[in-house]
């Protein structure tokens, strides 16, 4: 039989183990709180404060209707096809995006007109007129021939001046420097305007 001093001792225990226990819940109450605050604000401010650049952007971006140029099957004509890109806030940047669905292909089954691997390094725009400079790829592994060339530098240059009426020619670089030519059959030096003889449009 337990004795008084032991039983004392043992109520002691008993009610410190009860405010331990208390204090533990406590504590645990009060750090699920504190995240559930935490989490709260951060969501409050991402919210109110929505991220201005990467993915967060392109999520906010609308798209809109453009008309892209490809060949036809014989590399006589261009052929319009209604895509779908990007709105971009900066006039060079929806160039860009333009020019880089364009070299992307059809998705309708028409002929491209540049080569694959082709890349927009860079666009600038002074008085009317686009610079585009593209990586080597486009001379390097392009298949050459008069009529191959004509609608590379027709369906860049009719498919960015039909959608952006501020440009009124379009002038193509290779690593940001003037080329002669892409592959030996026209002259590359000078701007071109939009040739609007080569296009035709096919029944839907």
Excluded: C
């Amino acid at each position: 039989m337990a004795t008084k001093k032991q039983r004392k001792a043992k109520a002691l225990k008993e009610k410190k183990r009860r405010q331990n226990l208390k204090l533990f819940i406590l504590s645990l109450i009060v750090l699920v709180g504190v995240g559930f605050l935490v989490f709260l604000f951060i969501s409050l401010f991402e919210y109110i404060y929505p991220p201005t650049t990467g993915e967060g952007e392109r999520v906010k971006k609308e798209k809109y209707k453009v008309e892209l140029y490809f060949s036809d099957s014989n590399e006589r004509f261009l052929v319009p096809e209604d895509r779908y890109i990007w709105k971009e806030k900066k006039m060079e940047d929806q160039i860009k995006e333009l020019v880089t669905t364009l070299i992307g292909g059809s998705t309708t089954g028409l002929v491209g007109t540049f080569p694959e691997g082709t890349k927009v390094k860079d666009v600038t725009i002074k008085d009317g007129s686009a610079s585009i400079s593209f990586n080597r790829t486009l001379v390097d592994l392009h298949p050459g021939g008069s009529a191959s060339e004509m609608m590379t530098i027709y369906s860049l240059t009719n498919t960015i001046t039909r959608n952006m009426p501020q440009v009124k020619s379009v002038k193509i670089l290779v690593e940001g420097k003037e080329i002669e030519t892409i592959k030996g059959h026209i002259d590359t030096r000078n701007p071109f305007t939009a040739n609007m003889e080569l296009i035709v449009r096919t029944s839907k």
